[in-house]
């Protein structure tokens, strides 16, 4: 225990050692993380002030924009620092709380895109009884049960491996505090705390894209009773969005922390965790504002007429 104050600050060694590629690869990340904030941003106001919007769907979608957000900005930051100084250090605070954000909020993600999945089901197969059951209440609480039970789920393991001793070397093999890379500079046993990452990992990802499976296949059998071809386009085209950013989210999540485990899988991993940490959050906009008419009607109003305050809400 007297060495665990050893190692003070660790050494992140993802990003690219080509001097040549940093700048490049500075302004394209710049970029995607202005673009990425600022598209979940107009998400956020476009749900807010357009009165078409004020549905449970919509609501799902401006807390997913907020985490969105805040996903990304756990990582991007530090990412662009490095790229434009050089400095490729990170304190032992700062590398567990980015550690913690980053992993907290992700789980975050994956239970509110379970309880947006469940919101689908019952606005297609319980059209009647839609407004009752997803009532102001029942969505307040899915989205803060969901921040709950991530906070939750990653704290005690968190706390953890931070009180494990670090005796050196101080090398991350990654762009962020990633928590596989770190396992290996603990000087100490740490099967147990893999063991319990794993299992969380499986709880939240697996459990998580469970319910969605089994919500969107009670869907499409609701979708395909409809009599009218017409009805069924206008109920899948309402899940398209939802189930892209479903895909791309838990496939690249389930990817790196279920199966990438092994060391030889790092570098594979550290590509992954690019498409989940910049790319997914850029595009979740671009998805749901190019697939959905009524969003897209609310920005043509906010940018072009101006009249988004002036229309009553759609019957």
């Known amino acids: ?3 665990r104050t050893a190692v003070m600050e ?3 060694v993802g990003c690219t050692s080509n001097p040549q590629l940093r700048p490049l690869l500075f302004v394209v990340l710049l970029l995607t993380y202005v673009l990425t904030v600022a598209g979940n941003i107009l998400i956020i106001i476009v749900t807010l002030v357009d009165h078409r919007l004020q549905t449970p769907m919509y609501f799902f979608l401006r807390n997913f924009s907020i985490l969105e957000i805040g996903f990304t900005s756990a990582v991007s930051p530090k990412i662009l620092a490095i790229l434009a100084s050089n400095k490729t250090t990170i304190s032992l605070p700062a590398c567990f709380v980015q550690g913690f954000l980053y ?3 992700g789980t975050t993600e994956s239970f509110l895109l379970a309880a947006m999945s469940f919101d689908r089901y019952v606005a297609i197969c319980n059209p009647l009884r839609y407004t009752t059951i997803m009532n102001s209440q029942v969505r307040t609480l899915l989205v803060l049960g969901s921040w709950i039970v991530g906070f939750l789920l990653i704290i005690l393991p968190t706390i953890l491996l931070f009180h494990m001793p670090f005796c050196g070397p101080n090398v991350i093999d ?3 505090c990633d928590n596989s890379p770190l396992l290996k500079l603990v000087c100490a046993d740490t099967k147990l705390l893999e063991s319990m990452s794993f299992v969380i990992a499986v709880f939240s990802l697996l459990g998580c894209f469970t319910v969605t499976v089994v919500s969107y296949i009670s869907i499409v ?3 395909m009773q409809m009599p009218s071809a017409a009805r069924r386009q206008k109920a899948f085209s309402t899940c398209a969005s939802h189930l892209i950013v479903v895909s791309i989210s838990y496939g690249s999540c389930i990817f790196m922390y279920v199966r990438a485990t092994k060391a030889s899988e790092v570098d594979v991993s550290k590509g992954v965790s690019v498409l989940n940490t910049m790319v997914s ?7 749901y504002t190019l697939r959905n008419k009524q969003v897209q009607a609310a920005l ?3 940018f072009g007429k101006g009249e988004v305050f ?3 809400p759609n019957k």
Not at 281 to 287: E, K, M, R, T, Y
């Open 10 to 12: 660790f050494i992140l």
């Open 174 to 176: 990654h762009f962020f």
């Open 1 to 3: 225990m007297e060495n």
């Open 310 to 312: 002036s229309k009553e």
């Open 221 to 223: 059998i609701t979708v």
């Open 281 to 287: 959050p850029l595009l979740n906009p671009f998805i």
């Open 103 to 105: 992993f907290m909020l």
């Open 300 to 302: 043509r109003d906010i």
